[in-house]
């Protein structure tokens, strides 16, 4: 399995864009990237993924060196909901199904 | 929040006796998955099921045993609980795309074993 490096902690101010970074520099070239985030006193709630190209949607952006070595998760705006712990996890692609693998992941703090 | 529902939220039991815990989903997805988390630690898989009656190990899969017997219910069981198995337990599931999947992950069930 991949293995993944993220920060342990990160601070910014509300209403400030986030860059989250992640290193994956043993993925397979079928990995897609996976991010994930937990909520306080919640369970994992997907966020976004990417294989090559640059992705978007509603929640957040996400930006794949063109190594694929390495990823940066993207709010552009936090708010004080998005302080969480933000998960990097590679996932097979090709179907199946397979468990997840988190790491420590990334522990956010929002300033107000 | 993909229909999961687990039972019971909390419970308090000793050492030795055995504890089910229940994942139940409404929206008829094939693959289920228990997971533990600890302090400080991400999650890890425990057992999956990949349909009725068909399961497998996780990561951490010792000391503990599951059933599917119907799709929308996936058991995870304790048979003689110890106060390692002192966690919170994440009942999945997955929405399998064309190409890729989401998780979806219950609210979690937080076990204290005294």
């Known amino acids: 399995d991949a293995k993944t490096t993220q920060p342990n902690s990160m601070e910014s101010n509300e209403e400030e864009p986030v860059h989250l970074p992640c290193n994956h520099s043993?993925?397979?070239?079928?990995?897609?990237i996976h991010w994930y985030r937990q909520l306080p006193s919640q369970g994992p709630e997907y966020v976004i993924h990417?294989?090559?190209s640059n992705v978007n949607n509603r929640m957040a952006s996400l930006a794949i060196a063109e190594d694929r070595k390495s990823s940066t998760l993207i709010l552009h705006r936090a708010t004080l909901r998005d302080a969480a712990v933000y998960y990097c996890i590679p996932v097979r692609g090709g179907g199946g199904a397979d468990g997840l693998t988190f790491g420590k992941g990334t522990h956010l703090i929002i300033q107000p | 929040d993909a229909g999961i529902t687990q039972s019971p939220r909390h419970k308090v039991t000793e050492t030795g006796t055995p504890v089910t815990l229940r994942c139940h989903q409404t929206e008829n997805h094939r693959y289920m998955y228990w997971y533990r988390q600890d302090p400080g630690h991400g999650l890890r898989l425990i057992h999956y099921s990949y349909g009725v009656k068909d399961t497998d190990k996780g990561e951490v899969s010792d000391g503990y045993s599951v059933s599917r017997s119907k799709t929308e219910d996936f058991l995870l069981t304790l048979e003689s609980a110890t106060s390692s198995q002192t966690s919170v337990y994440f009942c999945?599931?997955?929405?399998?795309?064309?190409?890729?999947?989401?998780?979806?992950f219950g609210p979690g069930t937080r076990l204290t074993v005294t």
């Open positions: 999945a599931i997955s929405e399998v795309r064309l190409d890729y999947y989401e998780q979806y």
């Open positions: 043993t993925i397979s070239g079928t990995d897609y």
């Open positions: 990417g294989l090559t």
